[in-house]
């Protein structure tokens, strides 16, 4: 099995920073994909970033181009997200997720095989 512990997550201005970070333990792979999703009251999951295994590759939602940085290091299994420029409608908790034996980027949540508990990010006005 998999645990996925996400940390980061908090309460900050429009227009803030705040990084995620997810931190992956239990079961080892050859390779994987991770990403980032978010879930805001009374809407779908929506996707966010993903990175593939080596780095090589990422894919961002076009809300978030050019504002927010995925990126992974997978000597400590972490995967990251550095937001900023954050809007009130980033508000949602976020969620990463990791898809086993692949190298590639994945948008689709149904492809994910796991996933963490969640983080709460708050943007106020």
């Known amino acids: 099995q998999v645990q996925l512990v996400e940390s980061g997550g908090g309460l900050v201005q429009a227009g803030g920073s705040l990084r995620l970070s997810c931190a992956a333990s239990?079961?080892?792979?050859?390779?994987?994909?991770m990403a980032w999703f978010r879930q805001a009251p009374g809407k779908e999951r929506d996707f966010v970033a993903a990175?593939?295994?080596?780095?090589?590759?990422?894919a961002y939602a076009d809300s978030v181009k050019g504002r927010f940085t995925i990126s992974r290091d997978n000597a400590k299994n972490t995967v990251h997200l550095q937001m900023n420029s954050l809007k009130p409608e980033d508000a949602a908790v976020y969620y990463c997720?990791?898809?086993?034996?692949?190298?590639?980027?994945?948008?689709?949540?149904?492809?994910?095989?796991?996933w963490g508990q969640g983080t709460q990010v708050t943007v106020s006005s």
């Open positions: 990175i593939s295994w080596r780095g090589g590759s990422t």
């Open positions: 239990g079961r080892t792979f050859s390779s994987y994909g």
């Open positions: 997720a990791l898809r086993s034996g692949i190298t590639t980027t994945i948008t689709d949540p149904r492809r994910y095989d796991y």
